[in-house]
């Protein structure tokens, strides 16, 4: 087969696979994503373990109370049982770190820390390293282990063997069906990946870019232009046979609540999951955590409009169907789970009411419109603000990519703001903020027309219809 040539383009080669359900697409792009991009995954997104803190120090404090309340309930002695911590999807590592910081901290009598093993469950391995390196995890080498493989694949741990476990931004990357109820059937969203025409001239070997795209070929594919960005994805929806569906029933019950031909996701794979936690959690366990972006709200499932998946870098993050996904925890039999937005745990835990930096940044009445480059300026100008009060017991500058299209006045603006940050100011934009921290820099935040009133609402506003949520139960 002769390469492509931008002379005749109906010509052009232009479909990389066939047809196939979305839940094994998106593995097979994860794959793809993870080894050709992990190094750089915080150019795509962030996620609130990539460098804040406040988030694990949650965990620890929450983690801390209970334990103790255990421990005066059942009289155990310290030195009492091994307990085992997992954390399914660790990604860089960072919220372990944080956690077993801040545990340190609170255990002076060493009632808990000593008993711990932590277990960084990652199947990504260029990540695994990142977390194996992370240079605040390395302390405590002692009580950390990694686990390389997926969370389905933790057999050599013996049923209710785990004291706690935490599933950060993890459910949205695992296997998801797209699926819709039409005249009594069942159909899910099959895709179709095409390359974008405009770049089939930078791939002269076309046969051998599909083969190695087929399979994956992590040491041929880097050979070839980048193309993850470029994928064009057509659909089709083909009827599925319910039997063939894990948990069939209660997800044909849930569809029955769904309008005719609303698009929902049926995330499989975090329902597996809850499976394997009910399995490895202890009777008094302190239990499961997962946070993630989703919604429990049947009037946005049932809306035709929204938004099933976003994709960056080419890879699918699908949003969280809490509503479902509560269902199959009673189908599993268990009785505690509790749904809440992830703001809410932080702040409890905490004990003082947070904001994230995205938070703060939509409460602006005004932001800037025009030029990417403005609203740059503008989110720099605020975390120069609120630094003047905010410092992390870290050091880790922030990462912000300046765009290419930045005119070069603008751009070495931007540079200075950037380079004037504190090394322990806020680590990134979705960092969380206490209410007191934003309240003393008040008044560098009116000077950048921000309203306090406005601010305070937004400390005050419940969880949106689709938010960051934590969905979590006790052992059973």
Known sequence: MSGPTAKDPDALPQLVGDFQPVDIWQAHINRLFYGLLGTRVREYYQTFAAADYRLGYALAEDYWRQCVSREKI?????????????????????????????????????????????????????????????????????????????????????????????????????????????????????????????????????????????????????????????????????????????????????????????????????????????????????????????????????????????VQGGQFSFMVNFQLLQAVAMHLGIQTGIIESQRDFVSRSLGAPVLSVMDLLASHPHPPEGEPWQLDVFILRTLEAVNQTYRSPYRRRIEFPIMESTPAKERAELEALLQALPSQGVPDTIAYLTESEIRVARPALEKLGYDLDGIEAMLQFPAQPVDYMHFSFIGQ
């Not at 049982?81 to 077993?100: K, R, S």
């Not at 029955?256 to 499976?275: F, H, R, T, W």
Request: aromatic share 8%; charged share 30%; hydrophobic share 40%.
């Open 74 to 310: 059942k009289n155990k002695a310290a030195g009492a049982a091994p307990l085992i911590v997992m954390e399914w999807g660790a990604g860089n590592g960072n919220l372990a770190a944080c956690f077993l910081d801040r545990l340190q901290e609170l255990d002076q009598e060493n009632l808990v820390l000593p008993r711990i093993t932590y277990v960084c469950v990652e199947q990504e391995p260029v990540l695994l390293e990142q977390a194996k390196h992370n240079v605040d995890l390395v302390k405590h080498k002692d009580r950390v282990s990694f686990e390389c493989t997926a969370v389905e694949n933790l057999a050599s741990y013996v049923d209710a063997s785990v004291d706690r476990i935490i599933c950060n931004e993890l459910w949205s990357e695992l296997p998801t069906k797209l699926v819709l109820r039409k005249e009594g059937d069942i159909k899910e969203e099959q895709l179709r990946p095409n390359l974008n025409e405009k770049r089939l001239v930078e791939f002269p070997d076309w046969e051998k870019f599909v083969e190695a795209f087929d399979k994956a070929d992590l040491e041929a594919l880097p050979t070839f232009a980048a193309f993850l960005g470029d994928l064009v994805w057509e659909r089709e929806y083909q009827p599925v046979d319910a039997k063939t569906l894990a948990f069939r029933r209660t997800v044909t019950e849930f569809l029955k609540g769904i309008d005719e031909e609303v698009l929902v996701p049926y995330n499989v794979g975090a329902c597996q999951s809850l499976k394997e936690a009910k399995r490895l959690l202890g009777p008094d366990a302190i239990g499961f955590s997962s946070f993630d972006a989703g919604t429990a709200d049947p009037r946005v499932l049932n809306d035709p409009e929204k938004p099933c998946y976003t």
